[in-house]
């Protein structure tokens, strides 16, 4: 897979990408990630990017061809162009093993106040958001979004058998993960349940499910009430 990041801040991605799960994939040739500088696509010696919006307001606003060029000098036939945008549909572990199973992702970084609308209209196919929260820029989502993906691509991990009980993952059926216990057996009074030492791999399976179904009702009875159609909502 490729992965194409637009963005005014290359270094402060390349820096992210090289380390990690990530970093591992890239430099054993299963992931082949590209930052691509915005202003390298202004169309001036000063490398503007932005201008002030029609109509007024504060702020600046991203231009169109700017954007729209730097898509177009990477972007493969048929590869997912994704703003990163607080308009863009809540991202989900779902949409992160729907990605995975593209040749390519451009992935599109925002500043300043946003984008003109004509990059969506022209270029763009899909957008994510983290959450109902502000940052600075789209840097961090894109990360974020590229290591989700990234995760899940065949021989990125030691074993798929790890990320498939993730939270979230199918093999939690949508819900949360369960508990996990490692060395010491005992520490500061606090033990390890009985079941996870018995050796019996059923048992502890049941244990586990029962952990995951608990921990979400505690802590996200959202995933078991919400939309029917996702993973866990059927509960």
């Known amino acids: 897979m ?3 990041i637009l963005t005014l801040f290359p270094e402060m991605c390349r820096v992210a ?4 799960v990530v970093g591992r994939a890239i430099e054993v040739g299963l992931v082949e990630a590209v930052v691509s500088d915005l202003r390298h696509f202004s169309g001036d010696r000063h490398g503007t990017v932005d201008d002030a919006p029609y109509g007024g307001g504060a702020g600046m606003i991203l231009q169109a061809p700017v954007v729209v060029q730097a898509v177009e000098s990477v972007r493969r ?4 162009v994704i703003l990163l945008s607080p308009a863009g549909r809540p991202f989900r572990q779902e949409i992160a093993e729907e990605l995975s199973g593209h040749d390519q992702l451009v992935l599109v970084c925002g500043r300043y106040k946003g984008f ?3 990059i969506r209209e022209l270029v763009v196919s899909d957008e994510i958001s983290l959450g109902d929260f502000v940052l600075s ?3 961090l989502a894109a990360l974020a979004v590229t290591d989700a993906v990234v995760r899940r691509i065949p021989g990125t991990l030691g074993s798929m058998d790890s990320a498939d009980s993730d939270s979230f993952s199918h093999g939690r059926a949508g819900l949360l993960d369960a ?7 005992e520490y500061r009074g606090l033990g390890v349940p009985e079941v996870l030492l018995s050796g019996d ?3 502890i399976e049941r244990w586990r499910e029962q952990s995951s179904l608990a921990r979400t009702k505690a ?3 959202d995933l078991l009430d919400g939309d029917k159609d996702r993973p866990g909502g059927r509960r």
């Open 77 to 80: 036939p048929g590869a997912p």
């Open 137 to 139: 820029g789209g840097e």
């Open 201 to 203: 791999h059923a048992a």
């Open 17 to 20: 990408l090289s380390t990690g």
């Open 116 to 118: 003109d609308e004509r």
């Open 2 to 4: 490729r992965i194409d």
């Open 219 to 221: 802590r996200r009875p």
């Open 179 to 185: 508990a996990w216990y490692t060395r010491p057996p």
